[in-house]
Nanobody, 116 residues
C-alpha cells in the first residue's frame, strides 16, 4: 500500500525553525518528483517547494532563502527545512509525489503553526 507520512510539524515562534519529513512507501521512489504544498485557512493549496529525481529544486517566491527541500533516496524520504518562520507560514503542509503516467500521491497533511 502506497503511503506518504509527514512528520515534524507543530507550534513554533516567529523566527524559529522546523524540519518536516515525509516518508514514502512506494517503489521507484527515485523516479518521483517530490513536492511540499501548503494550505492556509480560506486559501487555496499552493506549492511551497519541489525537488526532481535529478535533485533540481524550485521554490515559491515567499519561501526562497528560508526553506530548503532535500531528499534521501536511500531512505525514501523527502525533507523541508524551514527557517526564519513567519506567521504567514502557518498552514497544513502536504507531501506530494509525482511521476509520469501515475496518479499524484498525497500525504495526510501536518499542521505548522507560527505564533508567539
Amino acid at each position: 500500500q502506497v503511503q506518504l507520512v509527514e512528520s515534524g510539524g507543530g507550534l513554533v515562534q516567529p523566527g524559529g525553525s522546523l524540519r518536516l519529513s515525509c516518508a514514502v512507501s512506494v517503489s521507484l521512489f527515485t523516479r518521483y518528483t517530490m513536492g511540499w504544498y501548503r494550505q492556509a485557512p480560506r486559501k487555496d493549496r499552493e506549492l511551497v517547494a519541489m525537488i526532481t529525481s535529478g535533485e533540481i529544486t524550485n521554490y515559491a517566491d515567499s519561501v526562497k532563502g528560508r526553506f530548503t527541500v532535500s531528499r534521501d533516496n536511500a531512505k525514501n524520504t523527502v525533507y523541508l527545512q524551514m527557517n526564519s518562520l513567519k506567521p504567514e507560514d502557518t498552514a497544513v503542509y502536504y507531501c506530494n509525489a509525482k511521476r509520469s503516467g501515475v496518479r499524484d500521491l498525497w500525504g495526510q497533511g501536518i499542521q505548522v503553526t507560527v505564533s508567539s
